[in-house]
């Protein structure tokens, strides 16, 4: 089975805190995603990587950026936390333009 | 770019009656599309796919959706709701040649004992 593991299930930091949040996958998949997932707002789509060090802009990238130095592994990053921040995280894997699979999600409170 | 669309933002079922989740899309090239289950505090499964083989596609727990190309439609049905299928639900669209998945907003199904 497929497995992608995201670091921490829930997270609270203080606004001005840099964030990490890791994703890693376990199948070789070449595309990795971030999204933001809201009440009434569905998933957003923050950053997506196609490849080691490639990286596009989703439809929400400001106060993020990416990282994603080995296949395995995908990274967002809040420069500087702020509350409107506050959401679930959700990142997924998938290979080519089949289906994605999702890691279990992480709840991130700024305060 | 591809967009899908899903009304109803809440859905109420009785249990053992059926669900029908409505799901439009639009895309530039040949679609792959999937409908996904969340249950509360859980990440996303898949509930079934459909990549250009049979239009009617089964998934699991008695879910089915068909692919209507003339209707840019890929509705999501059960014949029988159960309280376990009390959950959002996601229609997605991939289109061939572009990595992105579009999310519809999702449909947030309760079901009444």
């Known amino acids: 089975d497929v497995k992608v593991t995201q670091s921490s299930r829930y997270l609270v930091k203080r606004t001005g805190e840099k964030v990490f949040l890791e994703c890693v996958q376990d199948?070789?998949?070449?595309?990795m995603f971030w999204y933001r997932q809201d009440p009434g707002l569905g998933l957003r789509l923050i950053y997506f990587?196609?490849?080691?060090?490639?990286?596009e802009k989703g439809d929400i990238p400001e106060g993020y950026s990416v990282s994603r130095e080995k296949k395995e592994r995908f990274s967002l990053i809040l420069e500087s936390a702020s509350t409107n921040q506050t959401s679930m995280y959700l990142c997924?894997?998938?290979?080519?333009?089949?289906?994605?699979?999702f890691g279990q999600g992480t709840r991130l409170t700024v305060v | 770019a591809q967009s899908v669309t899903q009304l109803d933002s809440h859905v109420s079922v009785s249990e053992g009656t059926p669900v029908l989740l409505r799901c439009n899309y639009s895309s530039s090239y040949s679609p792959s599309l999937f409908w996904y289950v969340q249950h509360p505090n859980k990440g996303l499964q898949l509930l079934l796919k459909y990549t250009s083989a049979a239009t009617l596609v089964k998934g699991i727990n008695g879910f089915e959706a068909e692919f209507k190309k003339s209707e840019t439609s890929f509705h999501l049905t059960k014949p029988s709701a159960h309280m376990s299928d009390a959950a959002e639900y996601f229609c997605?669209?991939?289109?061939?040649?572009?990595?992105?998945?579009?999310f519809g907003k999702g449909n947030q199904v309760v079901v009444i004992p």
């Open positions: 990587s196609y490849d080691v060090k490639m990286k």
């Open positions: 997605v669209v991939s289109a061939y040649g572009n990595n992105r998945l579009a």
């Open positions: 997924a894997s998938s290979f080519q333009n089949t289906e994605a699979f």
């Open positions: 199948m070789d998949h070449e595309n």
